[in-house]
């Protein structure tokens, strides 16, 4: 158990629908960290914060934002769904802002099915 | 832009064997990092390599950062069946402040 819960564990949703994913880092940590791992794409870094300020963002698409929370959570929301969408989306958290620099602990996941 | 290519896709070894996985960049990088993630399970950090030319062992798995720190290897002596699974290498773009990680390898170990 790496300490990082995330919610729901599966969604299954339509296409044009709208789905919000909840993180919550390890005990003390700053930064939090979404991905999405697909087949096709392997493990994509979609965007980071840390301490409640984006920090760092990767491949996310327009129809996807996310935000940190004062108690530090973070929610991801992916809007506009497209079959396209279906993948894995991992949140992990660090102690330290420097995300390449830092160990970071992966929660279980959750995994969308867009239909 | 940046890669991080990693070799092979997939390896099947006969349990007692050896395996090796190699991660190579584009670029020179700062460090790297080796996940590994079991099936059906989320990415677990394994190590860290910062030095060029840096070797690290973990029991049964040896980590190598190349001298050009543009390359890096994992090699697990004597594969057991819980080695299985698929080995990520990662490293940092832009200043550090994203990691990029290979495609990984996948590892299944046949008993």
């Known amino acids: 158990d790496s300490g990082v819960t995330q919610t729901p564990k599966h969604l299954i949703t339509a296409t044009g629908q709208r789905v919000t994913l909840r993180c919550s880092p390890r005990?003390?940590?700053?930064?939090v960290y979404w991905y999405q791992q697909s087949l096709d794409q392997g493990l994509q870094f979609l965007i980071q914060y840390y301490n409640g300020e984006e920090r760092a963002k990767g491949n996310i698409l327009e129809r996807f934002s996310a935000q940190q929370f004062p108690d530090l959570h973070s929610e991801l929301n992916l809007s506009s769904l497209e079959l396209g969408d279906s993948a894995l989306y991992f949140c992990?958290?660090?102690?330290?802002?420097?995300?390449?620099?830092?160990?970071?602990?992966f929660g279980p996941g959750t995994r969308l099915t867009v239909l | 832009g940046q890669q991080v290519m990693q070799i092979p896709q997939y390896q099947h070894v006969q349990e007692g064997e050896d395996f090796t996985t190699y991660c190579n960049s584009s670029?020179?990088?700062?460090?790297i990092q080796w996940y590994k993630q079991r099936p059906g399970g989320h990415p677990v950090f394994l190590i860290q390599?910062?030095?060029?030319?840096e070797v690290k062992k973990q029991k049964r798995l040896t980590f190598q950062f190349g001298e050009a720190k543009k390359n890096s290897s994992l090699h697990i002596t004597a594969t057991q069946t819980t080695d299985v699974g698929t080995y990520f290498c990662a490293g940092p773009i832009e200043y550090g402040n994203k990691l990029v990680f290979g495609a990984g390898t996948i590892l299944r170990v046949k008993s």
């Open positions: 992990a958290s660090s102690a330290g802002v420097a995300g390449a620099y830092n160990e970071q602990f």
């Open positions: 005990s003390g940590d700053l930064s």
């Open positions: 390599l910062v030095k060029s030319g």
């Open positions: 670029t020179t990088l700062s460090n």
